[in-house]
């Protein structure tokens, strides 16, 4: 079993829709990224917790430390945010610090 | 142009020979990272390093060698590459000077696509 678990691994919405992603991960973490890789390849770093909630713009973030769960939601999907959607933590447990990466969520929005 | 670059973007080698990739980051960026990206195993660490003249082994070294003799430099050599080091690489930087650095967010570079024949 991974430390770091996505789902759904897969997802296609309609424009407008909400959507969520679930990062499930099993180790006690110092920090939780989330990361967004476009089509073409490129990785861009979105949000960076290691408690409650961030927002930036039509995302969202959010972090429970005892249920070793995050999210993250897209409201009023466009399109555009078709990605690969990387959740990755780091380990209180690991010295020297890696960070160790979910497979990612295939995320397509369709006009 | 500012920001962090990766050459080649692509490339074809076969069993045996030695290739580098080149990362340079004109940010003066402290810690340094390369990952490998495969189908199935998400993006997984090679080696990083904190500062110039300090590396360190990531998930996945075997096979791997790497310098930093600057600042804005982070090569990564495949010293006798194999079939199974066929992937996409990430070269990415980090402003972090202390284990803070992994949670600092990581800018990444464009990826290069290794085929090993």
């Known amino acids: 079993k991974n430390e770091v678990e996505q789902s759904p691994q897969n997802l296609t919405a309609q424009e407008g829709e909400f959507i969520t992603i679930n990062c499930s991960y099993s180790?006690?973490?110092?920090?939780l990224h989330w990361l967004q890789q476009h089509p073409g390849g490129g990785i861009v770093s979105l949000f960076m917790?290691?408690?409650g909630k961030k927002k930036h713009g039509r995302l969202i973030a959010t972090i429970n430390i005892q249920e070793k769960h995050s999210s993250l939601h897209i409201t009023a999907s466009h399109p555009r945010d078709s990605a690969v959607y990387i959740c990755?933590?780091?380990?209180?447990?690991?010295?020297?610090?890696?960070?160790?990466f979910g497979e990612g969520t295939q995320l397509t929005v369709n006009p | 142009d500012a920001g962090i670059t990766q050459s080649p973007r692509y490339k074809i080698t076969e069993t045996g020979r030695q290739v580098t990739l080149m990362c340079h980051q004109t940010w003066s960026h402290s810690y340094m990272f390369w990952y490998r990206q495969d189908l199935g195993h998400g993006l997984r660490l090679i080696y990083y390093s904190a500062a110039a003249d300090i590396t360190d082994k990531g998930e996945v070294p075997d096979g791997y060698v790497v310098s930093r003799s600057k600042t804005e430099n982070f090569p990564l050599t495949l010293e006798s590459a194999t079939r199974s080091q066929t992937s996409v690489y990430f070269c990415?930087?980090?402003?972090?000077?202390?284990?803070?650095?992994?949670?600092?967010?990581?800018?990444f570079g464009p990826g290069t696509r290794l085929t090993v024949l």
């Open positions: 990415a930087s980090s402003e972090g000077d202390t284990p803070s650095a992994f949670t600092d967010t990581q800018y």
């Open positions: 180790v006690g973490i110092s920090a």
């Open positions: 917790l290691s408690s």
């Open positions: 990755a933590v780091r380990s209180r447990a690991t010295s020297g610090s890696r960070l160790t």
